[in-house]
């Protein structure tokens, strides 16, 4: 088992390092210079040298990638100053020659724009989008198997066909679009209806302070769920279909036993393990996928800063968060790796 958790960290620290490299040199081939954007249209060529000295944009690429590198790892090397103490907060290991091997949390530098540090940017929306991804995939998971045990217990029926069709829709339809559709019609036509607004964030500011506004949750968390809902139908559909036909609910059924415990009780138990691994596996897709559906809906999360970021050409935000979500990502995949590997010890094999 502990050999088989360090083969899956491996691979997700490749996953993570090849997403690095690969952001870093995208980001740093887009046009324009980040520099210029900040000295503004009137700056000097002395002031664009001089924030592209404090930036570091002025070495080599590869050297820029190798300082990158170095600020992202745990373990790295600084000149032990009063400057870098205060940037990197870390803790000294041993010191060779004017360096120092220090321990620290990985730095993602500073915004562009802001000045402020991108981790701290960055933890301050993601905790949005993580409640954002779990209410779409609650949503998502609780209609899912109801639509699918209706669908199976009305195969090929009116109703069946119905559920089916709203589902194919609803997995060809992209987000964004989805997501204008829905805060056009339920937050804008029908909100005198509906009491929702187009736009909203988890918290809003008020005379006191912030205050906790859930309702604006709703139609992001519907649109996020679309997708997932969909899937959920079709495969609660496909394996109660299934399972409905075994010899054991037909033997359940001979003895008389009620249909909803013979739905609920046997038959959902044998029938849910595909829906858990779509599951799994959505709640890690629905984090990388909430930033269109952030920016749709003004939703203060970490998709709407990443936006934000890009059209403001701020390349440390952008290359942090992707970072982060790729984290997430391989995280959550090395958990429901370990989970079936415990619940199935052929999978360790």
Known sequence: MIAYFLKKLGYGFLVIFGVTVVVFFIFHALPGDPSKMIAGSRSTPETIAIIKNDLGLDKPLPTQFTYYINDLSIVSVHEDTKENEVKYDYFRLFRISDNTFVIKKPYLRKSYYTDN??????????????VLSVAAMIFATFFGVIFGIICALKQNSFIDHALVSISVFGISTPSFVAAIFIALIFGYYLSEYTGL???????????????????????PALTLGLRPLAIITQLTRSSMIEELCKDYVRTAKAKGLPQHIVIFKHTLKNAINPVVTAISNWLATLIAGAFFVEYVFSWKGLGWLTIDAVQKLDLPVVMGATLVVAVIFVFITLIVDLLYALLDPRVRA
């Open 117 to 130: 540090r991108v981790d701290d940017m960055l933890f301050d929306r993601v905790g949005a989008t993580l």
């Open 197 to 219: 607004d187009m736009t909203g964030s988890l918290w809003i500011l008020t005379l006191d302070g912030k205050e906790l506004a859930l309702k604006n949750i709703i139609l």
